[in-house]
């Protein structure tokens, strides 16, 4: 991970802020599915199975998950907002047609893997790094921190969906599995 130091609580927050506010080009927007290199494969066959995400990509160390996230399970936070803005992508799979850009934040030291909900495969993408590659599922192995002083580790990339939608994600870590829901372009119901 490259040299990095805790932040404060404000630009931490202006940090993941600011990442939700840019573009979905700024998530890997120019690279294809994983499953091929030199030409995207749009087929539902070509979901991108399981990605790592690098602990290289951490973009910020912190101390606490920042104003605006909640934390699921014991290892993960996500954002608490009611619904994430959403924008086109111009990905050619179908089911990432819209970009809500979100940083994932994740305990220094725990293993996670983060899904898209059981049947949602076809119509969901999730993806997080530098660039951000699209993925039915990711996984964070074991990040450290360059500042003892850290807890947490944020990364930059999000969510695509094929249309605005409430998201179930599944949030696995030390033995236990979490549900959350994200309410992608739309509100998700009470």
């Known amino acids: 991970m490259p040299t990095s130091r805790i932040l404060s609580w ?23 599915p994983a499953t091929s290199p030199s030409a995207p494969d749009t087929t539902p066959s070509s979901q991108a199975g399981d990605r790592v995400v690098p602990c290289s990509a951490a973009v910020d160390a912190l101390r606490e998950p920042p104003d605006g996230y909640r934390i699921v399970g014991e290892d993960v936070a996500v954002p608490d907002r009611e619904v994430l803005g959403v924008h086109e992508s111009e990905k050619p799979d179908p089911a990432a047609r ?22 949602w495969e076809d119509r969901a993408r999730v993806g997080w790094g530098r660039p951000a ?6 996984q964070v192995r074991d990040c450290a921190a360059d500042d003892d002083q850290a807890q947490w580790l944020a990364f930059v990339g999000g969510t695509w969906v094929a249309q605005p939608t409430c998201l179930p994600l599944t949030i696995r870590s030390q033995g236990q599995t979490s549900q959350v829901r994200l309410g992608i372009g739309v509100a998700c119901d009470a």
């Not at 590659?133 to 990711?138: I, P, Q």
């Open 98 to 119: 819209l970009f809500a850009k979100w940083g994932l934040v994740v305990r220094v030291g725990a293993v996670v893997d983060l899904r898209v909900g059981p049947g």
């Open 10 to 32: 404000p630009l931490a927050c202006c940090l993941l802020v600011t990442s939700a506010a840019c573009t979905a080009e700024d998530a890997g927007q120019d690279v294809p």
């Open 133 to 138: 590659e699209l993925a039915v599922s990711v």
